[in-house]
């Protein structure tokens, strides 16, 4: 089946500094790619939608220049914290939709950022 | 954006069966129902989807009503390891959750 890596798969960071989460589709290639965060006890919220090549596309409330989205590959999209904050504290989720396929999401297993 | 509604928890006894309803009363007629869970502290998984008629796979089974407002999420035997949140999301341009359903299986 589809696979979706993240790395890392946890992080702990000063606050003010920045944090770069990579998403990999390891044996397929997608073309649009979608970035989520997940408060404790809360459903996935999300980001922002990004396709290969493109601008990413980011949701209502979500800052573009705190969170950078790179999706410069069919297998690889990159979302950078910058400056991070305690508050910034959270699971963040990419997936990713199979290109010519159907829209079914694989899931990568998530990164734990902590802001101290 | 189509929205869905389902009951925030459920419980269930392990090897029986478990029917998790979803409403979706303003589904398009172009919208794939797609179902996910997700265990604690991973990434949500995929279950199944469907657009009319009902699906099986070696997960689970989606029944879909004949006017397409609702869905249920039918697992045959729970598990312990079935216990999980489930989410019912309408397939439209972009994935957004909904709060999902919480499933307990006891022992």
């Known amino acids: 089946g589809a696979v979706v890596s993240q790395h890392p798969s946890w992080v702990i960071c000063k606050s003010g500094t920045s944090v770069k989460i990579e998403c990999r589709s390891l044996d397929f290639q997608a073309t649009t790619m979608f970035w989520y965060r997940q408060f404790p006890k809360q459903s996935l919220m999300l980001m922002a939608t990004?396709?290969?090549?493109?601008?990413?596309?980011?949701e209502q409330g979500v800052e573009k220049d705190k969170f950078l989205i790179n999706h410069a590959s069919l297998t690889l999209s990159t979302l950078t914290v910058t400056s991070a904050h305690p508050e910034d504290s959270s699971f963040y989720i990419c997936s990713a939709t199979l290109a010519g396929g159907p829209d079914t999401q694989y899931f990568g297993p998530g990164t734990r950022l902590t802001v101290l | 954006d189509a929205k869905t509604t389902q009951p925030n928890s459920m419980e269930s006894n392990e090897e029986e069966p478990v029917h998790l309803p979803c409403n979706h009363s303003t589904i398009s007629g172009t919208d794939y129902i797609h179902w996910y869970r997700q265990l604690p502290s991973q990434g949500p998984e995929y279950v199944i989807h469907?657009?009319?008629s009902n699906v099986n796979n070696r997960m689970a089974s989606l029944a879909i009503a004949e006017d397409r407002k609702s869905s249920t999420l039918i697992l045959h035997r729970a598990t312990l390891r079935d216990a999980a949140v489930y989410y019912c999301?309408?397939?439209?341009?972009?994935?957004?959750f909904g709060a999902g359903t919480r499933l307990t299986v006891k022992p």
């Open positions: 469907g657009l009319t």
């Open positions: 999301i309408l397939r439209d341009h972009d994935m957004r």
């Open positions: 990004s396709n290969e090549g493109s601008k990413a596309t980011y």
